[in-house]
């Protein structure tokens, strides 16, 4: 069964910084894409950063800059670090997993930026 745990979400001051992790298990991690989205209250969930299975990388425009997306796949882990923090990125951070025949979320982890 495959499951995806995110951790690392809090509360910081503006300015501050975060890293999100996601930890993998069930599946072959190495050959799957990571996606990061993100969900505030009363909005859609957005992207906010992906990874692909060699390494290449994209961000959403407002993360740009200041995100930064890793993965290890010897510790099945993709990591999400965020720098300058505003209070526009508070949400509810989504590590997504896909495959060809694979879709899978966490549960979500809640980052809070206070001004």
């Known amino acids: 069964q495959v499951q995806l745990v995110e951790s690392g979400g809090g509360l910081v001051q503006a300015g501050g910084s975060l890293r999100l992790s996601c930890l993998v298990s069930?599946?072959?991690?190495?050959?799957?894409?990571v996606n990061w989205y993100r969900q505030a209250p009363g909005k859609q969930r957005e992207l906010v950063a992906l990874?692909?299975?060699?390494?290449?990388?994209d961000y959403g425009n407002s993360v740009k800059g200041r995100f930064s997306i890793s993965r290890d796949n010897a510790k099945n882990m993709a990591y999400l670090q965020m720098n300058s923090l505003k209070p526009e990125d508070t949400a509810v951070y989504y590590c997504?997993?896909?495959?060809?025949?694979?879709?899978?979320w966490g549960q979500g982890t809640q980052v809070t930026v206070s001004s």
């Open positions: 990874i692909d299975s060699h390494g290449g990388t």
């Open positions: 997504n997993l896909v495959r060809w025949d694979l879709n899978r």
């Open positions: 069930g599946t072959r991690f190495s050959d799957t894409a």
